[in-house]
């Protein structure tokens, strides 16, 4: 089970070959390199919301053409990423790198470009400070432009809501979810006995979010593995367990939905959303038939309070041979006007303070999801996180370690005692 990005519109991971894009848009940064043509190879995954970008860059820029991959889920381009590191080739000029390996590439940190060597330091105080932070490796290397981060609401169904007795107002429903993971899943439990179908999609993403809500995760800040005798995540671990096992959750396999169905047909109720997953239900919807009809809404809530998920990083390979035009453009594609029109074309929600201010400002109603501010709820949201450390393994424990037990647990083929003991027996086969 993969806990990362997945793109938009499910048909859009079929292909990760690369696309080289035709510009179309208008001005609006100078020639980088007024000599002959350049080409910039770019590697993103999921949801980033690139491809108008690229287009105006390259309008901008007509010396310049940018070829674009963009890889299904996170987990698949962390694969990809330390395949081509291990072989010595094949990195394009610019890596987005996934906050939840991050660790894993500070490990490496030295096969990406020292970005203070390209004038980042003059941007650091555009960043929450945590962000900037987090791309600083070991020696004092900054080896990454930010993108997003992944403040966390509710998406929730309103007529399944309704249907249950319960409020679908969104600042009722916030009330109503107001209080930590027993709020959640007491509200959940009502539901389920009132309605016989799911509260969420599935335990994965839950865990998930749960984990990366606390202060220490699956490692602890100073970098000391952190999950066996750990009695916080144990007592979460059980809180979900059961939720789990009184039917709240409805199975679904990790990045699938039934091809978007399950959003239609009502086969779960409430989703856990960080900003980039807002374009996740829109284009799963979609995918299945739905839209905004179907009634999907966003509330200003979370249990137990400011949680992150998520973020991302662009990175220059020290194997380009066009690191300084590289620079430019993650510069550019990471300055806070476009993270807006990022945020406009994707959901992820702005890592530079400029861009918060601005949607938190000028609230913009979403149409998919009820008119609901979108902005003005996730920059909310945003207060008072600070991203978990992530180490090495971070997202091999996730995916890798707890993702088996969790679906053996959705499938009733383990209790909550038999997830923990396979996860934990996992983690010492998986990572020692």
């Known amino acids: ?30 020639t980088p390199d007024a000599g002959g043509p350049v080409e910039i190879t770019i590697t993103t995954f999921g949801t980033f919301g690139y491809d108008d970008l690229y287009e105006e860059y390259m309008d901008a820029n007509p010396n310049v053409t940018i070829t674009a991959n963009n890889i299904d889920t996170g987990g698949n381009a962390r694969t990809d990423t330390f395949t081509k590191l291990a072989a010595g080739s094949g990195l394009s000029d610019i890596v987005a790198l996934e906050e939840g390996w991050l660790g894993a590439i500070m490990e490496v940190s030295d096969n990406f470009v020292d970005l203070r060597d390209y004038g980042i330091e003059d941007r650091a105080g555009d960043w929450v400070d945590w962000k900037y932070e987090q791309a600083t490796d070991p020696n004092g290397r900054v080896i990454g432009y930010g993108t997003d981060i992944g403040p966390e609401g509710i998406c929730y169904n309103g007529p399944l809501f309704e249907a249950a007795g319960l409020p679908s107002d969104r600042e009722e429903v916030a009330a109503l979810l107001d209080g930590g993971w027993d709020t959640f899943f007491s509200v959940g439990q009502d539901y389920v006995d009132s309605t016989g179908k799911a509260w969420y999609d599935h335990s994965g993403f839950v865990w998930n979010a749960m984990v990366n809500q606390l202060e220490e995760g699956y490692y602890t800040a100073d970098g000391e593995l952190n999950v066996d005798g750990n009695a916080e995540l144990k007592a979460r671990f059980d809180q979900l367990a059961a939720a789990t096992l009184g039917g709240q959750s409805a199975a679904q396999a990790a990045w699938d939905w039934n091809g978007g169905q399950s959003f239609v ?121 600070v991203a978990q450390f992530k180490g090495p393994d971070d997202s091999l424990i996730q995916e890798n370690v707890f993702g088996p037990p969790l679906q053996l647990l959705d499938r009733g083929e383990l209790d909550g005692e038999g997830a923990w003991a396979e996860a934990l027996r996992l983690l010492n086969e998986l990572v020692g």
């Open 265 to 385: 047909d009502g086969t779960f109720a409430t989703f856990v959303c960080p900003g980039w997953m807002l374009g996740v239900v829109q284009g799963n919807t979609e995918a299945g038939g739905g839209d905004a009809s179907t009634g999907w809404d966003f509330a200003d809530v979370f249990p137990g309070g400011a949680a992150n998920w998520g973020g991302a990083f662009l990175a220059v390979s020290e194997t380009s041979e066009v690191k300084e035009e590289a620079a430019k453009l993650a510069d550019w594609l990471t300055q806070p006007e476009q993270q807006i029109k990022q945020f406009e074309a994707a959901g992820t929600f702005p890592s530079t303070i400029a861009a918060q201010e601005e949607l938190a400002a000028n609230p913009t109603p979403n149409a998919f999801f009820n008119d609901a501010p979108v902005g003005s709820i996730l920059a909310g949201r945003a207060e008072g996180v």
């Open 1 to 30: 089970m993969t806990f990362s990005r997945r793109t938009t519109v499910t048909s859009a991971v079929a292909g990760a070959a690369a696309l080289a894009l035709v510009a179309t848009g208008c001005a609006t940064t100078e």
